[in-house]
């Protein structure tokens, strides 16, 4: 049977107001799982709590078997397990894209050029290797923000919308470099507004009113 990658029970968080309610939640390692929901819904909270990057109020979260203590810093759980792509793409304005891609391999010791270079051809931004994130359109940047969080080959993807910003073309290169990923074995879980990212989902959740329901 396959090991559960993510387990959320009774999961709530409120800032000045509940946001999420009661999330329950499991997540196999080979899933593709997308999750939409209106704009306000708690997306992209939901996302942040699963990626170790924001704590929960109450409710338990396991990670890896791990349960996670809402008090303790995962910052090397995250970088060796995670790919986080956001929605607001958090790239380091003061360096160029390339740097941006291989930081996160400075950081864990790895030195594998390989790998940055071939996510960025994929995602065709080679041309902008020495070019500083400032000077980068929406979509430059996105794709950029994409290439980073692969770059260490992580057994679970969180991708918070990551075609907002991008044309057709552009969202089929997106499409195509997930869905590669998660034939390779890694965990796919994406928010989207887009149906064709649904649909190419195995599974879809939307969240509402706090809570998440199978999608109709
Ligand atoms: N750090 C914070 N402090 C206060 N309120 C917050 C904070 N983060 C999120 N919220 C609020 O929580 C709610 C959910 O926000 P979230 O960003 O998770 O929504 P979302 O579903 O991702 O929306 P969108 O589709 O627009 O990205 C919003 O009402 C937002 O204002
Ligand atoms: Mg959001």
Redesign the pocket.
């Known amino acids: 049977m396959d090991k559960l990658l993510i387990e959320l029970e009774n999961i709530k968080k409120s ?3 509940p ?1 999420l309610t009661n999330i329950n939640l499991s997540v196999k390692n080979e899933t593709f799982l997308a999750i939409v ?12 709590i699963i990626g170790l990057i924001e704590c929960y109020d109450s409710g338990s979260y396991h990670f890896n078997g791990i349960r996670i203590n809402k008090y303790r810093d995962y910052a090397a759980t995250r970088r060796k397990n995670i790919g986080f792509i956001f ?1 607001s793409y958090n790239l380091i304005p003061q360096l160029t894209c390339e740097e941006n891609i291989r930081l996160p391999q400075i950081f864990d010791n790895v030195n594998d050029n390989g790998r940055v270079k071939s996510l960025m051809n994929l995602l065709d931004i080679s041309a902008l290797a020495n070019q500083r994130i400032t000077t980068l359109s929406g979509g430059e940047k996105q794709r950029v923000a994409i290439a980073r969080a692969l770059v260490l080959n992580p057994s679970l993807i969180l991708a ?2 990551p075609t907002g910003n991008l044309d057709p073309i552009n969202q089929d290169i997106v499409f195509s470099v997930l869905r590669s990923e998660h034939q390779n074995g890694r965990a796919v879980l994406i ?1 989207t ?1 887009d149906d064709d990212i649904a649909k190419m989902a195995k599974c879809c959740l939307t ?1 509402e009113g706090g809570s998440l329901f199978e999608t109709t």
């Open positions: 800032f000045n107001r946001v929901g209106k704009s306000g819904s708690g997306k992209s909270t939901l996302l942040n929605q918070d919308e928010i507004h969240l």
